[in-house]
């Protein structure tokens, strides 16, 4: 079955850097698109970062210039680098994968930003 397992995680300084990883098992990795959603405690899952089977991203406005996501197809392995943190990026961080649209999650990486 599909598993994807979050890591990297944890507290960290406002300004401060964390890079998030997901380990993908069960799917055609380099066929998926890849991507990461956070929520934050009181608010819905929003979109944070995607990149296309080709290699183009996407970012949600608010954190473009500071998180960079990339993939490593070798690995299995999708990264969420995030730098520039501000205690607003708080949020449980949850890796997709899909096809034609997100159908597997993980089981989200706490991220908390301290002012």
């Known amino acids: 079955q599909v598993q994807l397992v979050e890591s990297g995680g944890g507290l960290v300084q406002a300004g401060g850097s964390l890079r998030l990883s997901c380990a993908a098992s069960?799917?055609?990795?380099?066929?998926?698109?890849m991507g990461w959603y956070r929520q934050a405690p009181g608010k819905q899952r929003e979109f944070v970062a995607r990149?296309?089977?080709?290699?183009?991203?996407n970012y949600v406005e608010s954190v473009k210039g500071r998180f960079t996501i990339s993939r490593d197809n070798a690995k299995n392995t999708v990264y969420l680098q995030m730098s520039s943190l501000l205690p607003e990026d708080t949020a449980v961080y949850y890796c997709?994968?899909?096809?034609?649209?997100?159908?597997?999650w993980g089981q989200g990486t706490q991220v908390t930003v301290s002012s």
């Open positions: 990149m296309s089977i080709t290699g183009n991203t």
């Open positions: 997709a994968a899909g096809n034609m649209a997100f159908s597997s």
């Open positions: 069960g799917i055609n990795f380099r066929f998926n698109i």
